[in-house]
T-cell receptor
Framework: ETGVTQSPTHLIKTRGQQVTLRCSSQ?????VSWYQQALGQGPQFIFQYYREEENGRGNFPPRFSGLQFPNYSSELNVNALELDDSALYLCASSLQQGPGELFFGEGSRLTVL | DAKTTQPPSMDCAEGRAANLPCNHSTISGNEYVYWYRQIHSQGPQYIIHGLKNNETNEMASLIITEDRKSSTLILPHATLRDTAVYYCIVRVDGNNRLAFGKGNQVVVIP
């Protein structure tokens, strides 16, 4: 148990639709990052939020966007879904941006048909 | 971030020490070595990290060579529950962007 919860755990969408995934960070953690994990691959960094501002982004198009709220919970939004967006989406929180442990949730598995 | 090289898979015997190698020959001075593991269908789990010195915690030991170009994660007494994909990652201080790679699929055999 990491204290990081994600919802929904599973969902199915069709191409062109939009999806919102949610993450509740461990209490007191002010940094959250999102990762995409395709089947058989390691997680790929999407972006990171620190104190409600995006401050790092991986190689993902603008249709991947996010929010971090004052209570440090977070959302990942994906517009215009494509088949290749099918993956496990992982949220990770940490106390700060320095060295230390990232706490991962169990992920949201998205299937795009 | 520096890249890491791990074997794609390995088996180890239950009850024995498991030694998981990792090469990171291009690591720079401010990059930490991190190990995570991912049990099937779960989120990655932090194991241990280090900069220069060897580290030990309740899960594992991390041995980093003096030139920092490679490291070994040691699971002292492997159990069946240690079967997982193990990721060796180098991480820049202050950066939460972890470059996971494909990892090492470790299977603990009874």
């Amino acid at each position: 148990e990491t204290g990081v919860t994600q919802s929904p755990t599973h969902l199915i969408k069709t191409r062109g639709q939009q999806v919102t995934l949610r993450c509740s960070s461990q209490s007191g953690h002010n940094t959250v990052s999102w990762y995409q994990q395709a089947l058989g691959q390691g997680p790929q960094f999407i972006f990171q939020y620190y104190r409600e501002e995006e401050n790092g982004r991986g190689n993902f198009p603008p249709r991947f966007s996010g929010l971090q709220f004052p209570n440090y919970s977070s959302e990942l939004n994906v517009n215009a879904l494509e088949l290749d967006d099918s993956a496990l989406y992982l949220c990770a929180s940490s106390l700060q941006q320095g060295p230390g442990e990232l706490f991962f949730g169990e992920g949201s598995r998205l299937t795009v048909l | 971030d520096a890249k890491t090289t791990q074997p794609p898979s390995m088996d180890c015997a239950e009850g024995r020490a498991a030694n998981l190698p990792c090469n990171h020959s291009t690591i720079s001075g401010n990059e930490y070595v991190y190990w995570y593991r991912q049990i099937h269908s779960q989120g990655p789990q932090y194991i241990i990290h280090g900069l220069k010195n060897n580290e030990t915690n309740e899960m594992a030991s991390l041995i980093i060579t003096e030139d920092r170009k490679s490291s070994t994660l040691i699971l002292p007494h492997a159990t069946l529950r240690d079967t997982a994909v193990y990721y060796c990652i180098v991480r820049v201080d202050g950066n939460n962007r972890l470059a996971f790679g494909k990892g090492n699929q470790v299977v603990v055999i009874p």
